[in-house]
């Protein structure tokens, strides 16, 4: 008598054809499950997604998720923050907007990876105003950044030459114990190379660099 495979085996055929690059016979694979009268489960939607969000499949994921939805299946945090990191790496960020926007729509909490990729991605494009509003947005809703959320709000401001608002931010840090990494201490070598502003900012340094070495 024939095994008749189950979601967990569609699931882990399903990561290893994607982690091989077989997208297409990845998707064939989906709708074969569907077929069998089997319907995928969160970890299915997370490997689907997060399989072609990595291979840069971002239109074939956007339309998983909206069949996803359309089937009345709810997504999870986890499955938002692979779908909208996507987009942002792909330079759909007004579109990783309005799906970070339908979150809380969907009853559910943006989490400091949320937050934090977009944010990145703010700060990647130069909207350094709007990248501050959402740490404030961030904060007051009790979501505590973290030091990658801090690294790269530092990193959009030193690129554009906004020093007084990074050192600001080492202060918030320092202030609220976040352990700087070497990204940390590389943002903040840029700081102090910025021709004729390094040295009026040399007095945040010494604290951060302590953290580091011990």
Same mark, same amino acid.
């Given at each position: 008598? =024939? &095994?008749? #495979?189950?979601?967990? +085996? *569609? @699931?882990?055929?399903?990561?290893? !054809?994607?982690?091989? %690059?077989?997208?297409?016979?990845?998707?064939?694979?989906v709708n074969e499950m569907k077929a069998s009268g089997l319907s995928p489960d969160r970890i299915t939607y997370i490997t689907l997604l997060d399989g072609l969000c990595k291979r840069n499949y971002i239109a074939e994921a956007i339309n998983v998720f909206q069949a996803m939805v359309n089937s009345n299946f709810q997504p999870c945090i986890q499955i938002y923050n692979i779908l909208i990191d996507g987009l942002?790496?792909?330079?759909?960020?007004?579109?990783?907007?309005?799906?970070?926007?339908?979150?809380?729509?969907? =009853? &559910?909490? #943006?989490?400091?990876? +949320? *937050? @934090?990729?977009?944010?990145?991605? !703010?700060?990647?494009? %130069?909207?350094?105003?709007?990248?501050?509003?959402?740490?404030?947005?961030?904060?007051?809703?009790?979501?505590?950044?973290?030091?990658?959320?801090?690294?790269?709000?530092?990193?959009?401001?030193?690129?554009?030459?906004?020093?007084?608002?990074?050192?600001?931010?080492?202060?918030?840090?320092?202030?609220?114990?976040?352990?700087?990494?070497?990204?940390?201490?590389?943002?903040?070598?840029?700081?102090?190379?910025?021709?004729?502003?390094?040295?009026?900012?040399?007095?945040?340094?010494?604290?951060?660099?302590?953290?580091?070495?011990?």
């Amino acid at each position: 008598m =024939g &095994l008749i #495979p189950n979601t967990v +085996t *569609y @699931t882990t055929l399903l990561g290893g !054809l994607l982690g091989a %690059g077989s997208v297409r016979a990845a998707l064939t694979l989906v709708n074969e499950m569907k077929a069998s009268g089997l319907s995928p489960d969160r970890i299915t939607y997370i490997t689907l997604l997060d399989g072609l969000c990595k291979r840069n499949y971002i239109a074939e994921a956007i339309n998983v998720f909206q069949a996803m939805v359309n089937s009345n299946f709810q997504p999870c945090i986890q499955i938002y923050n692979i779908l909208i990191d996507g987009l942002c790496k792909d330079g759909k960020i007004e579109m990783a907007k309005k799906l970070f926007d339908c979150i809380s729509d969907s =009853g &559910l909490v #943006p989490d400091v990876i +949320t *937050y @934090t990729v977009m944010i990145n991605s !703010l700060c990647k494009e %130069g909207l350094m105003e709007e990248a501050n509003k959402l740490f404030c947005k961030m904060e007051e809703n009790g979501c505590v950044p973290d030091i990658f959320t801090f690294n790269a709000i530092l990193r959009g401001f030193v690129k554009i030459n906004e020093m007084q608002k990074a050192v600001e931010f080492l202060h918030m840090m320092d202030k609220r114990d976040v352990s700087p990494d070497v990204d940390t201490i590389s943002t903040v070598v840029d700081v102090l190379s910025k021709e004729g502003q390094g040295l009026q900012f040399i007095e945040c340094i010494p604290t951060f660099v302590r953290k580091v070495h011990e």
